[in-house]
């Protein structure tokens, strides 16, 4: 199991100069107990991968591990895997805040949901093509079909906006995308919000099921360590802050995520642990 002490342990004595992982791996680093004694100035470069890093977390790590060169790699195992980078000379808030520029092996496009490659700004599916994408999964041509198009473009389920420089930004997924009320709500936008606030060391914002609105937002916070918030308490850092119906109705507070042997979040879990615990509340009341 992945235990940050240990990592930060072995960057000290072994005296590392890079330092690979995903976003959860590093949050856990930072807010390792005593994380302020190790002696981490021999780093300077890594890479961060595997899922959407929050822009706050990426400056901490930049400023607070020494990692002037560490960069961001976007892409998928279909892709072999990866097709976005950000490079070490660009701007810091390029650096923080998008996955880069596509590589030359690759071709990209944003699409609305009727296939039309959308303006510069504006959201849509990322789909990329290139020698590096995937035959097809191994004995299923129908989700082959569904995820590769009769031009060979690869649909990514990622939705994503393009800058006038070519920088690609992660906004979410497809299939996590909240309607609520008939407002369109990425959760993603949410997090980074909530990671702003100095108690809050991770946070995890999805959509349930809900009567009125169709779905109601949903948030898993994992506050640092001897720090105390209440629901009210996030409510309140919530307002006037970020537009009403994007504020969390549901809070919880763990030690933990559900997450895959790789370090991903499992927001599926997170869901449908959520229905279970309301119904159960809604029943016993």
């Known amino acids: 199991a992945f235990e940050p002490q240990a990592v930060l342990d072995t960057v000290q004595a072994e005296r590392c100069t890079a330092l690979h992982?995903?976003?959860?791996?590093?949050?856990?680093e930072l807010d390792s107990p005593g994380f302020d004694q190790y002696d981490l100035s021999s780093l300077r470069t890594g890479i961060m991968a595997g899922s959407p890093c929050p822009a706050e977390v990426m400056r901490k790590v930049i400023a607070r591990m020494?990692?002037?060169?560490?960069?961001?790699?976007?892409?998928?195992?279909?892709t072999?895997?990866?097709?976005?980078?950000?490079?070490?000379?660009?701007?810091?808030?390029?650096?923080?805040?998008?996955?880069?520029?596509?590589?030359?092996?690759?071709?990209?496009?944003?699409?609305?949901?009727?296939?039309?490659?959308?303006a510069l700004g504006e959201k849509g599916e990322l789909c990329c093509r290139g020698y590096s994408v995937m035959q097809g999964y191994w004995d299923d041509e129908e989700k082959t079909a569904d995820t590769i198009d009769a031009d060979q473009w690869l649909h990514s389920g990622d939705l994503a906006v393009m800058d006038d420089e070519g920088y690609v930004r992660i906004v979410g997924r497809i299939k996590d995308m909240i309607i609520r009320g008939g407002e369109n709500v990425y959760p993603r936008e949410v997090e980074e919000f909530l990671y702003t606030h100095p108690d809050i060391q991770d946070v995890q914002v999805f959509g349930i099921p809900d009567s009125k609105y169709g779905e109601e937002i949903c948030a898993w916070v994992k506050t640092r360590p001897g720090a105390t918030l209440t629901e009210a308490d996030i409510k309140d850092f919530c307002r006037d802050q970020i537009t009403h119906f994007k504020v969390p109705r549901h809070i919880r507070f763990v030690e933990e995520y559900p997450m895959t042997v790789t370090g991903k979040v499992q927001k599926f879990k997170m869901r449908e642990a959520m229905v279970s615990a309301l119904q159960g509340a809604t029943a016993t009341a």
């Not at 490079?87 to 880069?100: M, N, Q, W």
């Open 80 to 118: 072999s895997p990866v097709n976005h980078m950000t490079a070490i000379d660009a701007p810091l808030e390029k650096r923080c805040e998008t996955v880069g520029k596509v590589g030359p092996h690759q071709e990209v496009k944003i699409i609305d949901s009727d296939g039309h490659t959308v």
């Open 66 to 78: 020494h990692m002037q060169d560490v960069t961001i790699m976007y892409g998928q195992t279909e």
């Open 21 to 28: 992982g995903v976003p959860t791996m590093f949050i856990a």
